[in-house]
């Protein structure tokens, strides 16, 4: 299995080697900030979360849940087309003449049985767009998107047990990683149901997914990373004996808690990486001792603009 920390667009080192020239500058910016920022940040981000929250109450746009991509050995890109809804809830200045850059970050790889996961989001420089979760049945020779688009959200690491069920983490984003919650899945990924972490009367709701894991189809350990602006208890432990679909507040503190699974992680079989001369995300198998390029998905999207009048939501 594999993670990639998603905090902010191109949030890992490698990642900035693929943004497009004259954004690695703003790349490096963004993963400093995703670093420092603290609770100074996380006042100074509110100015956006009204918009936001405007825009979350809207049901995703251009969700193609089922449309097929196919797979021609070329990098894939993922069909993307902006709203006036992602344009006002993002708070994005974008025109037809200096069209907002979008962009594409798969964080984690992975199979259930015989279907390949990758889990992401789409993004444009400096706000979250929206969650994607991918999936192929064929081996990667096409793919479709196996969960609707979350808006504001992205996902994290994939946890899988067995050939049925699986688990992803995510965290809405905007305007700053809060209301973090678990994607499962108990048939295969043929469809999956959305777990918040945090209880409706919570106090802090900042925070993302450190890191999770399941003994078995019910009981799961999970920590949460308040923040370096939380003060007091950043870090918390939860667990839960229904297969994720309640979470208990176990232990709160001011240090990392640290957690050891009962029995290590199978090894990686999937991982993804950043290319730079390609642009793209290339998905990997291994067999043995080699590792093998199954699918490439392009960077960078179509870009943000205002719909024409004659297609306006």
Same mark, same amino acid.
């Given at each position: 299995?594999?993670?990639?920390?998603?905090?902010?667009?191109?949030?890992?080192?490698?990642?900035?080697?693929?943004?497009?020239?004259?954004?690695?500058?703003?790349? =490096?910016?963004? =993963?400093?900030?995703?670093?420092?920022?603290?609770?100074?940040?996380?006042?100074?981000?509110?100015?956006?979360?009204?918009?936001?929250?405007?825009?979350?109450?809207?049901?995703?746009?251009?969700?193609?849940? @089922?449309?097929?991509?196919?797979? +021609?050995?070329?990098?894939?890109?993922?069909?993307?087309?902006?709203?006036?809804?992602?344009?006002?809830?993002?708070?994005?200045?974008?025109?037809?003449?200096?069209?907002?850059?979008? !962009?594409?970050?798969?964080?984690?790889?992975?199979?259930?049985?015989?279907?390949?996961?990758?889990?992401?989001?789409?993004?444009?420089?400096?706000?979250?767009?929206?969650?994607?979760?991918?999936?192929?049945?064929?081996?990667?020779?096409?793919? *479709?998107?196996?969960?609707?688009?979350?808006?504001?959200?992205?996902? +994290?690491?994939?946890?899988?047990?067995?050939?049925?069920?699986?688990?992803?983490?995510? *965290?809405?984003?905007?305007?700053?990683? *809060?209301?973090?919650?678990?994607?499962?899945?108990?048939?295969?990924?043929?469809?999956?149901?959305?777990?918040?972490?945090?209880?409706?009367?919570?106090?802090? =709701?900042?925070?993302?997914?450190?890191? !999770?894991?399941?003994?078995?189809?019910?009981?799961?350990?999970?920590?949460?990373?308040?923040?370096?602006?939380?003060?007091?208890?950043?870090?918390?432990?939860?667990?839960?004996?229904?297969?994720?679909?309640?979470?208990?507040? @176990? *232990?709160?503190?001011?240090?990392?808690?640290?957690?050891?699974?009962?029995?290590?992680?199978?090894?990686?079989?999937?991982?993804?990486?950043?290319?730079?001369?390609?642009?793209?995300?290339?998905?990997?198998?291994?067999?043995?001792?080699?590792?093998?390029?199954?699918?490439?998905?392009?960077?960078?999207?179509?870009?943000? @603009?205002?719909?024409?009048?004659?297609?306006?939501?």
């Amino acid at each position: 299995m594999l993670q990639v920390a998603v905090l902010f667009p191109f949030s890992k080192k490698s990642h900035c080697k693929v943004a497009p020239k004259g954004y690695q500058a703003r790349c =490096r910016v963004n =993963r400093m900030l995703a670093q420092r920022i603290g609770f100074i940040g996380v006042l100074t981000a509110l100015w956006s979360a009204l918009a936001f929250a405007q825009g979350a109450a809207t049901p995703p746009a251009d969700t193609p849940a @089922k449309a097929l991509i196919g797979n +021609d050995g070329t990098p894939m890109l993922l069909p993307f087309r902006c709203t006036n809804d992602d344009i006002r809830s993002a708070g994005l200045s974008c025109s037809d003449e200096a069209p907002c850059p979008i !962009f594409l970050e798969i964080a984690s790889a992975d199979a259930l049985g015989n279907t390949i996961l990758l889990a992401g989001n789409i993004h444009s420089e400096a706000v979250t767009l929206y969650s994607v979760l991918l999936s192929s049945d064929d081996n990667g020779h096409t793919w *479709q998107e196996a969960y609707d688009r979350i808006r504001g959200a992205g996902l +994290d690491h994939i946890e899988y047990l067995g050939n049925d069920t699986a688990w992803i983490s995510g *965290q809405e984003l905007v305007p700053l990683p *809060q209301n973090p919650f678990l994607l499962s899945t108990t048939d295969g990924g043929k469809s999956w149901r959305v777990h918040d972490v945090l209880s409706e009367d919570a106090d802090l =709701r900042f925070g993302s997914v450190q890191q !999770f894991f399941f003994t078995n189809k019910d009981n799961g350990t999970l920590i949460v990373d308040h923040g370096a602006g939380a003060g007091g208890d950043r870090y918390a432990l939860y667990e839960t004996q229904d297969g994720g679909n309640t979470w208990s507040l @176990k *232990q709160a503190s001011a240090k990392p808690i640290p957690v050891k699974r009962t029995t290590p992680p199978p090894a990686a079989d999937w991982r993804v990486r950043a290319d730079a001369k390609m642009k793209s995300y290339i998905v990997e198998h291994r067999a043995g001792t080699r590792w093998t390029a199954v699918a490439a998905f392009l960077v960078k999207l179509d870009a943000c @603009k205002p719909p024409e009048p004659s297609k306006l939501p």
